[in-house]
């Protein structure tokens, strides 16, 4: 099978290569950068296309005769709004038009999206497919903009939107455990925000299901049942990092007006420097958002998966990961 596959060297996408490869799939992977995929992928390297998003020629020829797409590629950080639907929508729209042009024997077209995209929860209440979406971030909007685009195409399509992803490689969770390994952890909202969480490898099992037909023209949600909340998760990373230790970390949230301040602040001075940042003025919807739960009923009942990997175990799978590669 051939697949084709964009955000190569992102975290999702990454893992997502590997197994491709693991499974003997002939894979091709879109990067900007040759020589940083084959230090993240190592061997047996993909067959690696350097170009971007915007570029459709290279589209064309990357994806040609792909009998599956997954499209991990996408802005998570941005200074404006413009700038997340240039890619995260505009982009996807260059994207599926080369693949039409390029792929006639398509199988599926795989669009990896977030649960930002339909938005926050109710405690106690997780997300399901029939929900309308309810997007309160520029972020959430433009990857509910890019699932319309793909829906609208004419392709085969399956919309995947993972929750909070972690494990082994991902850089967004490891300011978390460097903060608790110092003893303390300040929450941009409630300590008490549930949260539902997918380790890596199940999400890449996910998706490697949902290439079957049932799955085609669905969205699934994809999510470990077990709800943690913020203070929970803090000190499962607290044990995993000093296990057998009793002492708990410091956990706990600002107000609300501390937390715009910081968000107005650190977005300026990214600003300065030329960069994007979490931590932005529009990022601060999310982070105060009472929970964000969802369900994978629909994933589990259509294709078999079951999500494997527990928040304790997952958390310590990560740690062990961080201390053998020397980023804690």
Request: charged share 25%.
């Amino acid at each position: 099978m051939r697949v084709f596959v964009t955000g190569a060297t992102g975290f999702v996408g990454s893992h997502l290569a590997t197994s491709l490869l693991d499974r003997g799939e002939e894979v091709v992977c879109l990067v900007r950068d040759v020589e940083k995929a084959r230090r993240m992928l190592g061997e047996p390297f993909p067959e690696f296309v350097c170009g971007s998003l915007t570029d459709r020629e290279t589209l064309r020829s990357a994806c040609s005769d792909a009998d599956v797409v997954f499209h991990s590629a996408g802005l998570t950080t941005a200074r404006t709004r413009e700038k997340f639907f240039a890619i995260n929508a505009d982009a996807t729209q260059i994207l599926v038009e080369a693949v039409a042009d390029s792929a006639p024997k398509l199988n599926r077209f795989v669009y990896i999206s977030s649960q930002a995209a339909a938005g926050p929860s109710k405690q106690g209440m997780p997300r399901t497919e029939r929900d309308s979406p309810a997007t309160v971030s520029n972020y959430g909007a433009s990857k509910l903009e890019g699932e319309k685009r793909v829906r609208d195409s004419g392709l085969p399509w399956t919309v995947v939107r993972p929750c909070a992803v972690y494990g082994p490689g991902d850089r967004a969770f490891l300011t978390v455990f460097k903060l608790v390994r110092l003893g303390f952890m300040p929450v941009l909202g409630s300590t008490e925000q549930e949260l539902s969480m997918v380790h890596i490898s199940d999400l890449v099992d996910a998706l490697l299901r949902v290439v079957k037909p049932i799955t085609q023209s669905q969205t699934y949600f994809v999510s470990h049942p077990e709800t943690v909340t913020a203070k929970a998760l803090c000190r499962h990373i607290s044990s995993a990092l000093s296990p057998g230790k009793a002492k708990r970390p410091l956990v706990f949230g600002l107000p609300r007006w501390a937390i715009r301040g910081i968000l107005s602040v650190t977005h300026a001075a990214a600003g300065l420097a030329g960069k994007s940042t979490f931590l932005s003025p529009d990022k601060g919807n999310e982070y105060l958002a009472e929970a964000w739960l969802c369900s994978s009923k629909k994933l589990e009942e259509d294709t078999g998966w079951c999500a494997e990997m527990g928040i304790e175990e997952g958390i310590l799978d990560t740690a062990r990961w961080y201390r053998e590669h020397s980023w804690l």
